[in-house]
């Protein structure tokens, strides 16, 4: 008798502290905080060549389009060219890639603050498929200002080898843009003088122009 008197006993304290032990694990759980959009902008600006990327990469997903992200995706655009450092000579820290992806990001996010930024590394990256990514953001972003250094860009580059692709990229971010001005620099590709792909690609383009 005793023993049931004390298996209800222990079965009582249970029904009743089991919303108190629920809470406190559900505040525990509410407490856990992972890292912040500031500690990923953090990793950019200090990481290593692969911290940079896992956090472009959550940046990116994150949708953020604060400020703070938009400048360290910028500053992202000169790793590697800004401040280059070589090993019996060779260049060490050409984070291309880190490059790449932070202007894919920012023509993701469509600010045109970037464009500043983004006409320089069209017109100046050593790295073609930066290039390439580049122009691929500045079409995105979609501003008429941009046209100026697409058609330099793709007045100052060899249209042969790796280089041709940011012809391309160039002639396919007029098209995106889509504004009157494009008409002539899309014209002069398509009219001959290039390899088939990119005046086939100017045509495309010539046909998203908006006149009204």
Not at 98 to 108: C, I, Q
Not at 190 to 211: F, M, P, T, V
Request: one cysteine or more.
């Amino acid at each position: 008798m005793r023993n049931w008197i004390y298996l209800h006993i222990i079965i009582f304290i249970f029904i009743v502290t089991l919303p108190l032990a629920q809470e406190d694990i559900d505040q525990y759980l509410q407490n856990i905080k992972g890292p912040t959009i500031d500690d990923y902008i953090q990793l950019l600006n200090e990481g290593s060549r692969e911290d940079k990327l896992l956090a472009i990469d959550i940046l990116s997903k994150s949708g953020s389009k604060n400020e703070a992200v938009i400048n360290a995706l910028i500053s992202c655009l000169g790793e590697g060219t800004l401040f280059v450092k070589r090993r019996a000579g060779t260049v060490i820290n050409d984070f291309w890639d880190v490059r790449a992806r932070s202007a894919e990001v920012l023509g993701d996010i469509g600010d045109p603050r970037a464009l500043p930024q983004l006409h320089m590394v069209l017109l100046r990256d050593p790295d073609p498929v930066v290039r390439c990514c580049a122009a691929t953001a500045i079409g995105k972003i979609g501003q008429p200002e941009s046209i100026r250094f697409l058609t330099l860009a793709i007045k100052t580059t060899n249209a042969t080898g790796s280089n041709a692709t940011v012809i391309l990229s160039c002639v396919r971010a007029l098209g995106e843009i889509g504004h009157p001005d494009a008409f002539l620099p899309l014209y002069e590709v398509a009219r001959g003088g290039y390899s088939s792909n990119i005046e086939l690609a100017a045509r495309d383009a010539l046909q998203k122009i908006r006149w009204e």
